[in-house]
């Protein structure tokens, strides 16, 4: 077996494996806050930062969501990190947005942070305002979730089946969840162009 074939058999393998009941309850999650009014804050670091950018724009435009995400400016979250700190960079923007218990946070990571492992604190962090002002802690993580996981009234862990390929299969994956989502019929609000010019096109 070819290593293209091996990996493309370890990524159906983990799809089969994604807990279904746990998708649904976050694509609900999300509607609720939505139709509540609350916004959405994508965080994400190093290639989840990308993607946070990236879903929040999906969430934005295909479910009329008002969501954002730091990494969206760069000269603020950088005159942050250089005059507060990193671990702090993403609670003190979520502080200036203020965040409130009818808003969510959406936290995309691989492990889902860790302050004992001292990594993406500022994730940490993050969860930790969340829970003081009673906002709606989300993820999209892999390995064992991290303290994302362990806050989150609904998350989707990428099951951790092939360590090896750990971040490549989380990262992967989390493009495939996030898409599942803003298409799902309780978010969904607008076709994305590509759907829309093919229904034209069979009108």
């Given at each position: ?16 494996k ?50 954002y ?30 965040l ?6 959406l ?14 604190v ?82």
């Amino acid at each position: 077996m070819t290593f293209s074939e091996a990996f493309l058999a370890e990524t159906a393998g983990i799809l089969e494996k994604l807990d279904r009941d746990d998708i649904e309850r976050l694509a609900t999650t999300l509607a609720a806050v939505r139709d509540g009014g609350g916004r959405l804050f994508v965080l994400g670091v190093g290639g989840s930062a990308a993607y946070a950018q990236h879903a929040a724009s999906d969430f934005r435009k295909l479910c009329h969501f008002e969501a954002y995400t730091p990494t969206d400016n760069v000269s603020e979250l950088t005159a942050r990190i250089n005059d507060e700190g990193w671990d702090s960079s993403f609670v003190k923007w979520l502080e200036a947005s203020r965040l409130s218990r009818d808003d969510a946070i959406l936290v995309l990571s691989v492990g889902g942070g860790s302050r004992e492992k001292n990594v993406s604190v500022n994730l940490v962090r993050a969860i930790e305002l969340a829970q003081r002002v009673g906002a709606h802690i989300l993820g999209i993580v892999g390995s064992d979730g991290g303290f994302t996981r362990e806050c989150a009234e609904a998350s989707v862990v990428i099951p951790p089946i092939f360590p090896e390929h750990l971040t490549a299969h989380t990262e992967g994956l989390c493009a495939v969840v996030w898409h599942l989502l803003v298409f799902h019929p309780c978010l969904s609000r607008a076709p994305a162009k590509w759907e829309s010019i093919s229904r034209s096109a069979a009108r």
